[in-house]
Nanobody, 116 residues
Framework: QGQLVESGGGLVQPGGSLRLSCAAS????????MGWYRQAPGNQRELVAT???????NYEDSVKGRFAISRDNAKNTVHLQMNSLKPEDTAVYYC??????????WGQGTQVTVSS
């Protein structure tokens, strides 16, 4: 069974930065895209950013220019650098991996809280 291990969440003041990381276990093969989603209390889970094997990226409009997604294909890891954080970025962030075999994997979630 494939697993995703996330790290890097926490509490930060408005305007601060955090870096999230996610590592896919070796039993996950044929990764096509990796990404991050988030879910705030009372809201549906929403896409934050994704990146394909070829490096194409996609961002939710509210994070464009502030967040940057990157991946290391050799290590099956994906990172999300979050700058200029705002209180509305507060949510549980989930790592997501999709494979060419149409399998979908989720991490356990990591809390990001932006508050003074």
């Amino acid at each position: 069974q494939g697993q995703l291990v996330e790290s890097g969440g926490g509490l930060v003041q408005p305007g601060g930065s955090l870096r999230l990381s996610c590592a896919a276990s070796g039993s996950i093969f044929g990764i096509s895209s990796m990404g991050w989603y988030r879910q705030a209390p009372g809201n549906q889970r929403e896409l934050v950013a994704t990146i394909t094997t070829g490096g194409s990226t996609n961002y939710e409009d509210s994070v464009k220019g502030r967040f940057a997604i990157s991946r290391d294909n050799a290590k099956n890891t994906v990172h999300l650098q979050m700058n200029s954080l705002k209180p509305e970025d507060t949510a549980v962030y989930y790592c997501n991996v999709k494979t060419w075999q149409l399998r979908n994997y989720w991490g356990q979630g990591t809390q990001v809280t932006v508050s003074s």
